[in-house]
Nanobody, 117 residues
Framework: QVQLVESGGGLVQPGGSLRLSCAAS????????MGWYRQAPGKQRELVAA???????NYDDSVKGRFTISRDNAKNTVYLQMNSLKPEDTAVYYC???????????WGKGTLVTVSS
C-alpha cells in the first residue's frame, strides 16, 4: 500500500505558474503509474495528466502545452508543473497512484489551486 501527500497548491494570478509535488511512501514507487486529477466545485473529478511506469505521458486537452508531468523514482515523487494558469484551472488537485499489477488505485488528500486576480 502506498501513501500519497500533495503539496505546492495555493493562490496564483492568471498567467502565473505553480509546481505541485506528490511524495509517495510505503511501497515501491516505480511500480505505480502516477496521475494528477482535479475536481472543481460542482464538477466531477477529471484526469489532468498521467505518467506510466515506463514514462509514457498523456494530458487532458485542456492543459496540453501548459502543464508538464514528471516523476523522479529516486525521490518517490511525481510533479505537475503548471504554467499559463487560467481561472478555469481552479480546483482541488489530487495525486493518484495505480498499481501496475493489480490495478488498485490510491489517492492523496488533495491540494487546492486557486487562479484569481
Amino acid at each position: 500500500q502506498v501513501q500519497l501527500v500533495e503539496s505546492g497548491g495555493g493562490l496564483v494570478q492568471p498567467g502565473g505558474s505553480l509546481r505541485l509535488s506528490c511524495a509517495a511512501s510505503g511501497s515501491i514507487f516505480s511500480i505505480y503509474a502516477m496521475g494528477w486529477y482535479r475536481q472543481a466545485p460542482g464538477k466531477q473529478r477529471e484526469l489532468v495528466a498521467a505518467i506510466s511506469t515506463f514514462g509514457r505521458i498523456n494530458y487532458d486537452d485542456s492543459v496540453k502545452g501548459r502543464f508538464t508531468i514528471s516523476r523522479d523514482n529516486a525521490k518517490n515523487t511525481v510533479y505537475l508543473q503548471m504554467n499559463s494558469l487560467k481561472p478555469e484551472d481552479t480546483a482541488v488537485y489530487y495525486c493518484n497512484a495505480k498499481h501496475s499489477l493489480d490495478g488498485i488505485n490510491y489517492w492523496g488528500k488533495g491540494t487546492l489551486v486557486t487562479v484569481s486576480s
